[in-house]
T-cell receptor, first 110, second 112 residues
Framework: NAGVTQTPKFQVLKTGQSMTLQCAQD?????MYWYRQDPGMGLRLIYY???????DKGEVPNGYNVSRLNKREFSLRLESAAPSQTSVYFC?????????FGPGTRLTVT | RKEVEQDPGPFNVPEGATVAFNCTYS??????FFWYRQDCRKEPKLLMS???SGNEDGRFTAQLNRASQYISLLIRDSKLSDSATYLC?????????????FGQGTRLTINP
């Protein structure tokens, strides 16, 4: 029972490059979320998926797209990375009472 | 004004001391409240939910004051392993997706 897994753990991109962050959960939860965490800012919601087949914007969606591939997987895509997207990205799988976070992806955009 | 505000610290306290954090929230209609713990370079994990009547889990006590819109966390007999960042978290919604709002966190270091 792995819980929530994220890949990759670390990534360095050049400005303008694209990449997809992968997230998977084995807890059979309907809802999955993507956050970014920056120093002094707390976690901010990028996108979320309340159930398979649905996605919605969070607080800071600009520059990102998401795909809820199936109940287990929720990916986050950066089409054209910018230095402002340097951050730590957390995926979360959500039950009624708790959010379970993955280990995070540390992304640096140069 | 931020939706959820915390003193970022750092708080440096000796082992065995009692330490308390407060957190304020701006949305008076907020429905549920939590404290999460985040170790350095790790993901956040739920420490405890906060109920209107207050609740205790071992050395940890959480309180909610709806009238003043603040949440507190008290740690008694602090241990070295309590060193972490403590995130105050608010869910403003009664129904629908759980869109949590996170404070920036309070950093705590317990010194031997």
């Amino acid at each position: 029972n792995a819980g929530v897994t994220q890949t990759p753990k670390f990534q360095v991109l050049k400005t303008g490059q694209s990449m997809t962050l992968q997230c998977a959960q084995d807890m059979n939860h309907n809802s999955m979320y993507w956050y970014r965490q920056d120093p002094g800012m707390g976690l901010r919601l990028i996108y979320y998926s309340a159930s398979e087949g649905t996605t919605d914007k969070g607080e800071v969606p600009n520059g990102y797209n998401v795909s809820r591939l199936n109940k287990r997987e929720f990916s986050l895509r950066l089409e054209s990375a910018a230095p402002s997207q340097t951050s730590v990205y957390f995926c979360a799988s959500v039950s009624v009472h708790e959010q379970y976070f993955g280990p995070g992806t540390r992304l640096t955009v140069t | 004004r931020k939706e959820v505000e915390q003193d970022p610290g750092p708080f440096n306290v000796p082992e065995g001391a009692t330490v308390a954090f407060n957190c304020t929230y701006s949305n008076s209609a907020s429905q549920s409240f939590f404290w999460y713990r985040q170790d350095c370079r790790k993901e956040p994990k739920l420490l405890m939910s906060v109920y209107s009547s207050g609740n205790e889990d071992g050395r940890f006590t959480a309180q909610l004051n709806r009238a003043s819109q603040y949440i507190s966390l008290l740690i008694r007999d602090s241990k070295l392993s309590d060193s972490a960042t403590y995130l105050c978290v608010v869910n403003p919604r009664l129904q629908g997706a759980q869109k949590l709002v996170f404070g920036q966190g309070t950093r705590l270091t317990i010194n031997p």
